[in-house]
């Protein structure tokens, strides 16, 4: 990253800082369709590090680039220690799939050029809905830049709006602020929320979508799933590789992203679209409630597909088999849509469930062979799983366990 752009970002998120802590002014404009564009708190906005952050292994990123297991997300955060104070701007994020710069209390993203800025003002105008009071962090207004020093508007000219939740840079990417938060601590998996996680996520699948800005996107899920496929087809062929594609054949077409997801039983909900404990955090920070964040990926689509990477994690031996019961007793209690109360879960599981440790396996494989290094145990264990499933038939018979361990 250049030092311009966290120049630039720093910037933006110093005038929202310095803005006076009012109503949106006369003028404010949001998305399309959205409420009007203001936090619901003063909270502060995070995702730093955390053990099961993105895939799962260890110290990956959550770019779709990282090993199995992750650091935190690239929207909006960052550790205790990296407090931004005293004028100091902190890079908290550099990957492809955003650039984090924290001033103080306030976080600046800049999402990947190629993002749909349509559908992303939707999914922030989303986040800024009532309806989503409690489960999602809602992004801060952007202030409008001051006027250059000695021009004056051109006459009949419209001023752009004095606040919006989305603005773009000098380099034309999309940039995004929001309040910083308080992670999901590395240092204490033993305390990481998994029932409060999964109790947010059955609150975000019950919201009804038709209220919401609109038109709500699908959730890009499976998207991420053939991204990670087309970055492992440019790496050397290996084993691994070979073995992680022949698994990905197997999937249905609508889980690699090739065709739109069927409705299934539970028909498609509002979706984060890429949970893991890095998209939590404590807000307003400490001892706030969790929150989720990060809506790169919001959008209409399977609510099973949340469920996915816990349930991949538990099925590879990467997540304690208490730890999954807590997560997935606690969906259940909380009444989510995407399963029902009782029996297997695995028929509704599988498909996903494999998607997931697909996506991580590849992504796993490319960062290895951008690093010229091996692959670590985590990331090993991802693959392993993949050379199971490609032997296993993806439909479960009714009643049976048929998962990713064989």
């Known amino acids: 990253m250049t030092g311009s752009l966290a120049g630039e970002l720093a910037g933006i998120a110093a005038r929202a800082a310095t803005r006076p802590p009012a109503g949106p002014e006369p003028g404010a404009s949001g998305p399309p369709g959205s409420a009007v564009p203001r936090p619901r708190d ?67 993203k800049a999402h990947p050029a190629d993002s749909d800025r349509q559908a992303l003002a939707v999914r922030l105008g989303i986040a800024a809905h009532p309806l989503l ?7 801060l207004p952007v202030p409008a830049p001051p006027p250059e020093p000695g021009r004056t508007p051109e006459p009949g000219r419209t001023p752009p709006p004095v606040s919006a939740l989305l603005t773009g840079l000098r380099d034309g990417r999309p940039a995004t602020l929001w309040p910083q938060g308080l992670p999901v601590s590395p240092d204490d998996p033993d305390a990481a929320p998994w029932e409060e996680t999964a109790a947010l996520l059955a ?49 249905p ?3 690699r992203g090739e065709e739109p997801p069927p409705a299934g039983a539970a028909g498609h909900t509002l979706c984060h679209g890429d949970l893991h404990l890095g998209q939590l955090v404590r807000s307003p920070a400490p001892g706030g409630p969790w929150l989720l964040i990060d809506v790169d990926d919001l959008g209409l689509g399977p609510p099973v597909w949340d469920l996915a990477r816990p349930a991949a994690w538990y099925a590879t031996g990467l997540l304690a088999p208490e730890d999954w019961t807590r997560f997935l007793g606690a969906y259940r209690s909380a009444a989510g849509p995407a399963l029902p109360a009782g029996g297997d879960p695995w028929p509704y599981l599988d498909v996903p469930a494999r998607a997931l440790t697909v996506q991580s396996a590849a992504q796993a494989l490319a960062k290895a062979a951008a690093e010229r290094r091996a692959l670590d145990e985590p990331e090993e264990a991802l693959v392993d799983a993949c050379a199971r499933m490609a032997g296993l038939p993806v439909e479960p018979p009714a009643g049976a366990r048929a998962s990713v361990v064989g």
């Not at 009071?133 to 992004?139: E, F, M, Q, V």
């Not at 699948?205 to 209220?211: I, L, Q, S």
């Not at 609109?214 to 998207?223: D, F, K, N, Q, T």
Request: aromatic share 2%.
């Open 42 to 108: 003063g909270s502060a906005h995070g995702a730093g590090s955390a053990d099961f952050t993105d895939g799962i292994g260890s110290t990956a990123s959550t770019d779709g680039t990282g090993s199995a297991n992750g650091t935190g997300n690239a929207g909006c955060t960052g550790s205790a220690g990296d407090t931004g104070d005293a004028g100091r701007p902190v890079v908290l994020a550099d990957r492809p799939d955003g650039t984090v710069v924290r001033l103080g209390s306030v976080v600046a």
């Open 133 to 139: 009071d409690g489960i999602l962090l809602a992004p």
């Open 203 to 251: 609150r975000l699948h019950a919201v009804p979508p038709g209220p919401l800005p609109g038109p709500v996107p699908p959730m890009r899920g499976p998207a991420k799933v053939a991204a990670a496929l087309r970055r492992l087809r440019g790496v050397p062929p290996s084993p691994g590789s070979a073995a992680v594609l022949r698994a990905a054949g197997r999937l």
């Open 253 to 255: 077409a609508w889980a």
